[in-house]
């Protein structure tokens, strides 16, 4: 028994050491947590903190609009309207295929919404979502919201669009927004632009879009917001604006270009026609144009390898860079050059037999048997070929391509849009460079560049900016597009071209030489049809540029295959005394210019001197299903406001 | 006469003890609010619950030791067949057989029950060889560990079977259990643990957790996800706390399960380090006074029911907090007297009425 007692004695002395040793166990555990507790709160608290807050608030960027584009008198030209859009998380979903069927149940997905879509998907390999379908109608978003449970990775958003009225028409000028590439992307990175372009999936690609990207674009506001674990907004903290883009007022005048477009029919060609005295380029036209609204939203395949493979090229800006010879356009130039450099003055008259002969070369004119008796006027009025092939073999070419290049010729306009061509004035270096096996300019090789021939490479840009500089009498201005930039909020706008860029030293009578020579195109020469009855003065000169080296036998245009025909030139200014308007018209395997490029800058001066006439192209391009486009416009311009 | 009856029912009632639950319960309920976003619905079931489990308590702590000894092997029966009735027709539950669907009863988690009928059968078997203990009981009663433990962790649920094994440990520990086997016994376990990680005999998503506890920043989306947000709510709340209702982290939606085994987080975040000293200190006023009725108790299994109970409630809040504050792997414990749930509540109110029990009896054995 007493055994027993000692036993169980010992036992609850064991039990006693044993739960002690539980006790300091538990205080030691306690005491860890403790610390634990110090150091996640008291040392990094200020770390967790900071998490916390990050965890809470989410920055949210707010795309700033796109600035507005109008004509020179606020007709718009682009504009912006909100809309929703749905869009699509490819990353959300497995089977694209079958998540647009079951979209298509909700709301009709066309098969070429279809195709954009992928081809954007494609293209972009993105995480974020894409549109689908836009411009969705009140119903549509209330059924797609009504399914959205079904519709995982699918969300309806409103945002802006860009929207371009008139379509085809200043396609070529105004250009198109697209969505930002990735090597956009980097760019803006490069350019430290990446906080103005947080929010926005858009930029300008081409045209005035591109090139005013800057101004049009605005910068990127925030929002700050606290958000819960989903990142659903809880409530708005501090919210900072967007700044909207600058609005631009085109030269341009889209009743003119509207005229010009309509004169081409169905012919390939560009028209540009400049306001001499400033510079304003009042109509840019390539034909044939594509519609820029396909590309706002990303443009479905087939529509985009119909512009790409077209054999009309829809896509080349064809006065920036098409680069043709300018053939008899170039006469006029070349006579002011002859007295300007004192080759010849305007009464030195040549005996023309019809051709010209040089050592072994020989050169026909257009008439067999030659024009007789041809001083300077009467060159240019008949546009006399072997007048120039002698005058072109007595010159110096690099006398000659320092004096055209103060026109422009064979160089860059420095237009404010992107993608110009340089074009080539021919000169010994560029001989040299271009063909270092025959490095030599040779006379041969001159007589061709006096009729506007050879080597020869301008494009129409340059001609109509020659034109013009001449109209001005030596006064050049900077061609521009955009007249004037306007700060949206302020209302404060500035002007792109305030005065001249340079004066050509040119002596007046010489000028007046040429200009009489212009008149008498027009009343007497090649212009004389196309200009029969005209209300105005104008002087004018056509041009008809080989496309193939036919120039030595026979020509007939109805036996070449279309692609092959001469191309035909006008340059036009008016009203003679003082020109308000300098243009060019270019048909590209149009044959004659008088017959094919005259007509149409007739109708294009008729117009711009006729108000009524302007003013009822513009009445005729607003179409029941524009005007309904350029109402909701106004609408979202008043919004803005 | 109602009165008389008040008196009886309370007679067996630890005042401290019960005092001290009652102040975390409360606190626990504060939390609760805030937890599930400031509504009361989840607070008042849960408060209905806490009355169902007190009721309980209160009854347990009138029963003599003697007499709940005597649940000891029919418990600890149905706790085994209700196990070996899991691993044969369990409700799959994320991939885990884990409960049991009695008709008539509901579901039942069987390895709750034996939270309480393990530490009940050791102690009884112990005190059956008082005085005349040897390696063989301690085999035995080993074994008695062993079984229910390893159908624990087949269900797959190794938190809890560690929990299981853990309480069993504590009474083999508290009767005596030579310390050459002690240890022994933790250089097997280590060794156990290391081949369990090397020949894949854990699960993926256990080995997941054991990973994320290492390196919580790895996978910040899906398991390593919670351990960091919780620590972002605790270290966030700084000194004081963000206040009663304003902690963003819990409101906001950061904090997964926060109202049931994360709920130490929202406490933390919003009552700061002073909240965490309080309940530290009502745990330790707790657990203190539990050791001093383990020490009091007048028999061997009053001392080990005791002891291994008290041992309980220190592992519930020391693992349910260190898991919450980053210190150790998410295993499913609830933080004591405090998280949402049923289940825990009645088996942690259980545990308060056996300590009353042995508490209350003491003297009357004596005499």
């Known amino acids: 028994m007493s055994a027993e007692l000692r036993n169980h004695d010992r036992e609850l002395f064991w039990f006693q050491r044993r739960l002690s040793l539980a006790a300091v166990l538990v205080v030691i555990g306690f005491l860890a947590l403790l610390g634990r507790f110090v150091y996640l709160q008291v040392i990094q608290h200020k770390h967790f903190a900071t998490l916390a807050e990050a965890n809470r608030i989410d920055i949210q960027p707010e795309a700033p609009n796109r600035g507005i584009i109008t004509d020179r008198n606020g007709v718009v030209l682009a504009s912006n309207y909100s809309a929703y859009t749905l869009e699509m998380n490819p990353q959300k979903i497995a089977d694209l295929d079958v998540a647009i069927d079951e979209i298509g149940k909700i709301v009709e997905i066309s098969a070429r919404d279809r195709r954009r879509f992928k081809r954007l998907y494609e293209e972009f390999r993105t995480n974020e979502s894409l549109p689908l379908k836009s411009r969705l109608t009140d119903e549509e978003v209330a059924r797609v919201a009504a399914n959205r449970y079904r519709l995982p990775g699918v969300e309806i958003k409103a945002r802006l669009f860009r929207q371009y009225p008139f379509g085809e028409v200043a396609s070529h000028v105004v250009g198109y927004i697209g969505r930002i590439s990735q090597s956009e992307k980097e760019r803006i990175e490069q350019q430290e632009l990446s906080a103005s372009y947080k929010g926005s999936d858009y930029i300008g690609k081409r045209g005035i879009e591109l090139s005013y990207e800057r101004d049009l674009h605005g910068s990127a506001g925030s929002t700050e917001v606290e958000v819960d674990a989903n990142r659903r907004v809880v409530r708005v903290l501090s919210r900072k604006p967007s700044v909207i883009g600058n609005n631009l007022q085109l030269s341009l005048d889209i009743r003119l270009q509207k005229i010009a477009e309509d004169a081409f029919g169905n012919k390939r060609g560009a028209l540009v026609a400049i306001e001499p005295a400033t510079g304003d380029v009042l109509a840019f036209v390539s034909k044939p144009g594509y519609d820029p609204n396909l590309f706002v939203d990303g443009i479905d395949p087939q529509s985009w390898d119909a512009l790409r493979d077209s054999p009309d090229k829809p896509m080349l800006n064809r006065p920036l860079q098409g680069g043709y010879p300018p053939g008899s356009t170039y006469k006029p130039f070349m006579a002011l050059m002859a007295q300007e450099l004192g080759v010849r003055t305007a009464s030195q008259a040549i005996n023309d037999p019809g051709y010209f002969r040089l050592g072994a070369g020989h050169w026909r004119d257009d008439k067999v048997g030659g024009h007789g008796i041809v001083d300077m006027v009467k060159s240019i009025v008949i546009s006399c070929d072997t007048y120039y092939y002698q005058l072109a073999s007595e010159l110096d070419i690099d006398e000659w391509s320092g004096f055209m290049k103060q026109f422009g010729f064979g160089q860059k306009t420095g237009i404010d849009i992107d993608g110009e061509l340089t074009g080539i004035l021919p000169s010994r270096e560029w001989k040299a460079k271009r063909f270092p096996k025959d490095p030599k300019l040779h006379v041969g090789d001159q007589v061709s560049l006096g009729i506007g021939q050879g080597f020869n490479t301008f494009t129409p840009m340059q001609m109509a900016y020659a034109t013009a500089v001449l109209a001005n009498r030596g006064v050049a201005f900077k061609p521009h597009l955009v007249k004037r930039v306007q700060d949206a909020r302020t209302g404060e706008s500035r002007l792109t071209q305030p005065s001249p860029a340079y004066t050509v030293p040119l002596k007046q009578a010489h000028v007046d030489v040429v200009l009489k020579g212009l008149e008498g195109v027009v009343t007497a020469g090649t212009g004389r049809t196309a200009f029969l009855n005209a209300k105005y003065s104008s002087g004018g000169k056509t041009g008809t540029a080989q496309v193939f080296g036919l120039r030595g036998g026979d020509y007939k245009a109805s036996q070449v295959t279309e692609r092959l025909r001469d191309h035909a030139w006008y340059i036009a200014l008016a009203p003679l005394d003082s020109p308000k308007i300098a243009l060019v018209a270019f048909v590209e395997n149009g044959g004659f210019g008088a017959e094919a490029a005259a007509p149409i800058a007739r109708k294009v001066l008729d117009a711009y001197f006729d108000p009524a006439l302007l003013d009822a192209a513009i009445k005729k391009a607003v179409s029941p299903a524009e005007a309904l486009a350029s109402a909701s416009l106004q609408r979202e311009v008043k919004r803005a406001r | ?367």
């Not at chain 2, 029950?113 to 059968?121: E, R, V, Y």
């Not at chain 2, 060889?129 to 390893?150: D, Q, T």
Request: proline fraction near 4%.
């Open chain 2, 1 to 367: 006469m109602i009165q008389h009856l008040w008196a009886k029912l309370t007679d067996h009632l630890d005042p401290f003890l019960f005092a001290v639950v009652t102040a975390i319960a409360a606190l626990g309920l504060l939390v609760l609010y805030s937890a599930v976003g400031e509504s009361l619905g989840r607070v008042i079931s849960q408060s209905q619950k806490m009355a169902v489990a007190v009721a309980i308590m209160i009854v347990i702590a009138n029963l003599s030791p003697q007499f709940i000894a005597r649940f000891a092997v029919p418990l600890y029966a149905i706790g085994i067949l209700l196990l070996l009735g899991v691993a044969l027709g369990g409700e799959v539950v994320k991939g885990a057989r884990r409960w049991l669907k009695i008709p008539g009863v509901g579901n039942v988690q069987p390895s709750e029950i034996m939270k309480i009928a393990l530490p009940l059968i050791l102690a009884w078997y112990f005190e059956r060889h008082e005085g005349s203990m040897n390696w063989r009981n301690f085999l035995v009663a080993s074994a008695l560990v062993v079984i229910p433990f390893g159908l624990v962790v087949r269900q797959p649920d190794l938190g809890t079977a560690l929990l299981i094994g853990a309480c069993g440990f504590y009474v083999l520990f508290l009767a005596g259990l030579d310390w050459r086997i002690i240890v022994g016994g933790a250089i097997l376990g280590g060794l156990g643990l290391w081949a369990a990680w090397e020949f894949n005999w854990l699960h993926d998503y256990q080995k997941e957790r054991v990973l994320n506890f290492i390196n919580p920043e790895n996978d910040t989306q899906d398991a390593g996800w919670h351990t960091i947000q919780a620590a972002i709510a605790i270290g966030s709340g700084g000194l004081f706390g963000k206040g009663w209702g304003n902690g963003t982290q819990t409101h906001l939606e950061f904090l997964p399960e926060k109202h049931t085994d994360f709920i130490f987080a929202v406490y933390g975040e919003e009552f700061g380090l002073l909240g965490g000293v309080v309940l530290i200190v009502l745990y330790l006023l707790f657990i203190g006074r539990s050791f001093v009725i383990t020490a009091n108790a007048s028999t061997l299994f009053g001392r080990l029911m005791a002891g291994s109970m008290t041992l309980m409630f220190f592992t519930y809040a020391f693992v349910n907090i260190g898991m919450v504050t980053g210190m150790l792997p998410v295993v499913g414990v609830p933080l004591p007297f405090v998280s949402f749930g049923g289940t825990a509540l009645i088996t942690l109110f259980i545990a308060v009425g056996i300590l009353m029990s042995v508490q209350s009896h003491r003297k009357l054995v004596n005499s």
